[in-house]
């Protein structure tokens, strides 16, 4: 068996296609032009992702060396959502009440952070090695 057809690096850094699905019921969600709303997310095994949460280990190692480790859940909250803006690597469809919203950090920050609920699905996305498996990207 072709244990690489279970995902690898070059997966995990191409990355899936996740559709958003309605908080309450589910249901995918579509645009006004019924287009699927969609964010392509790296997996957290790819080194984009993986970049940036050894820098917030690295930190605070280094704090701990400094003898001033001192982790709250707010810091391990905004690592978390570094790590999944590193992960975004492209979407469709995301709008606010402004219209429509192209991909930059600083947009990705700001709808993760207004929308939980999003936050929660990408990262629940990107925690799922089976959505890198070759086979589930071929379907």
């Given at each position: 068996?072709d ?8 997966s995990a850094?191409?990355g899936a ?7 309450g019921?589910?249901?995918e969600l ?10 392509t997310?790296?997996?957290?095994d790819s ?5 940036v949460t ?8 280094q704090q701990?060396r400094?003898?001033?480790?001192t982790?709250?859940a ?15 690597i ?6 606010l ?26 990262q629940?996305f ?6 890198y ?6 379907a």
């Amino acid at each position: 068996m072709d244990l690489s057809a279970l995902g690898d690096v070059t997966s995990a850094e191409q990355g899936a296609v996740m559709t958003v699905c309605h908080p309450g019921t589910g249901a995918e969600l579509r645009t006004a032009e019924d287009k699927p709303i969609t964010i392509t997310l790296a997996s957290s095994d790819s080194e984009r992702v993986r970049r940036v949460t050894r820098r917030a280990t690295n930190r605070r190692l280094q704090q701990a060396r400094g003898g001033r480790a001192t982790v709250t859940a707010e810091a391990l909250e905004a690592e978390g959502l570094n790590a999944l803006i590193a992960a975004t690597i492209a979407w469709d469809g995301i709008a606010l009440s402004d219209g429509p919203l192209p991909l930059s950090d600083e947009n990705a920050r700001h709808v993760y952070t207004e929308l939980p609920w999003l936050r929660e699905q990408a990262q629940t996305f990107i925690d799922d090695r089976g959505n890198y498996s070759k086979s589930s990207q071929a379907a």
